[in-house]
């Protein structure tokens, strides 16, 4: 069952989604358009990074708006439309990954690199080099609990707050994450570089697939 908002506290001006769910809260048919061209194209390149498939993605856009319009009622005039369709679509993900399981999410109808490129932004799809493909590779191998909060944060623009909002955990814990995340990147980047090179290859660092809460310093 979805989650709705329960309660209001961002301090951040309210943005064209936040302003389209709350009219079509209030029963304005006509704001799911700018609702949905608002939030739609970020749900489908987050639900890419995590599936690899356009038809899973698609899906579970599709999936995100029909229970975004079921629950639309019961919606906190004022909350953010952004963190709770990114809530909505972590959690039919993770769904999908216990109906499924990862391997058949990306297995036959898993995109290759230059069709990924063109289903992402379009300032991405104009020439991907082979170190951005080898990145998406090594964050693909990543602990979930790291991927997630880099995913969020680095790759989709979502400040430590929104992030910690999807996630259910704390800001601290969000900085974490996406640090550690970031270190085990750039090591397994470095390493291919030196595999390349013909130099002594460096061992990435074994990250836990969770990290102990240690309040909300950034290590």
């Known amino acids: 069952m979805v989650e709705v908002p329960g309660r209001v506290d961002r301090v ?3 943005t064209v989604a936040d302003q389209a769910m709350d009219r079509y809260a209030d029963g304005d048919a006509t704001a799911f358009g700018a609702l949905y061209d608002e939030l739609a194209p970020r749900l489908y390149r987050y639900a890419l990074w995590h599936t690899r498939s356009r038809a899973a993605s698609e899906d579970v856009v599709q999936q995100t708006f029909l229970q975004i319009h079921g629950a639309r009622d019961r919606f ?3 909350a953010s439309a952004l963190t709770w369709a990114y809530a909505i679509a972590r959690r039919l993900l993770i769904d999908a990954d216990r109906r499924r399981g ?15 490129s063109g289903a992402l932004a379009a300032d991405e799809a104009m020439d991907i080099k082979q170190q951005e493909l080898e990145a998406r ?5 990543l602990p979930p609990a790291l991927r997630e909060s880099f995913t969020l944060v680095k790759l989709e623009g979502l400040s430590v707050a929104q992030a910690a909002e999807v996630l259910g955990i704390t800001p601290g814990m969000v900085k974490v994450r996406t640090h550690r995340a970031r270190v ?14 013909g130099g002594p290859e460096v061992d990435a660092p074994q990250l836990p697939e969770t990290l102990p809460a240690k309040g909300d310093a950034t290590p």
Do not use: I, K, M
């Open 12 to 14: 951040a001006p309210q």
């Open 76 to 78: 906190v005039r004022g």
């Open 102 to 116: 990862r391997e058949d999410l990306r297995g036959d109808g898993a995109l290759g690199s230059e069709e990924l």
């Open 137 to 141: 590779r090594n964050l693909a191998l």
């Open 184 to 197: 085990a990147l750039e090591t397994a980047l470095l390493r291919g570089q030196q595999r390349e090179g």
